[in-house]
Each structure stands twice: as C-alpha cells, then as structure tokens.
C-alpha cells in the first residue's frame, strides 16, 4: 500500500513513526454486535450464537454475521427478535469437568 499526503507535511514529521488507521468496511448505522468468540457453528454448518436467559438456560440462535473489528462481529438472527441488544451470549465453555 501506498499512502500519499494530500497536502505538504511539515519537514519535522521527517523519519517519524507514524500510525495509520485503515477502515476497510463499516456498518449504515447501528448494529447488533458480539463478541466473535460467541460465534460459532453447529453440526448443520448454520451460523449460530448460543444466548443465556435470567434462568440460566442456552438457546442456540441461528445469526448471519457482517462486519467485523475490534474483536466484534455484527450479527442479525435469522429469525426475527430472537436476539436483541442486551442479550447474554456464551463466550467460551469451561473445559469439562472444571467451573466456569
């Protein structure tokens, strides 16, 4: 890549660092977001997200994922309203035999 000055830099920025913030997509507006270890796939090859109620029951939740950064991933449930801002969502799981 090849990054070129649209107007002259001072002679002091010479043999600086210099830290450049590419953003290679980005969202219309707001987006429902997960960490990208909450991710997952099941047995079927369906992209799913498994959510965590009050009760502490899982449900898996089938999502469709897109863009990604910052260690997030926007997600959008296949099926209407079975995920919303707010929900718990599985991160990990705590190898067998251990708590978590």
């Known amino acids: 890549m090849v990054v070129r000055a649209d107007q002259p830099l001072p002679a002091g920025f010479a043999g600086q660092d210099v830290r450049l913030t590419i ?59 079975s995920l919303a801002a707010g929900t718990r969502v599985v991160i990990g799981a705590a190898p067998k035999g251990k708590a978590k």
Request: hydrophobic share 40%; charged share 20%.
């Open 23 to 81: 953003e290679s997509a980005a969202t219309d507006g707001e987006a429902l977001v997960v960490p990208v270890t909450a991710v997952s796939a099941s047995a079927e090859g369906r992209t799913v997200v498994t959510a965590v109620a009050a009760d502490g029951t899982q449900r898996r939740i089938e999502v469709r994922t897109g863009t990604s950064g910052d260690g997030y991933v926007a997600v959008a449930p296949v099926q209407a309203d």
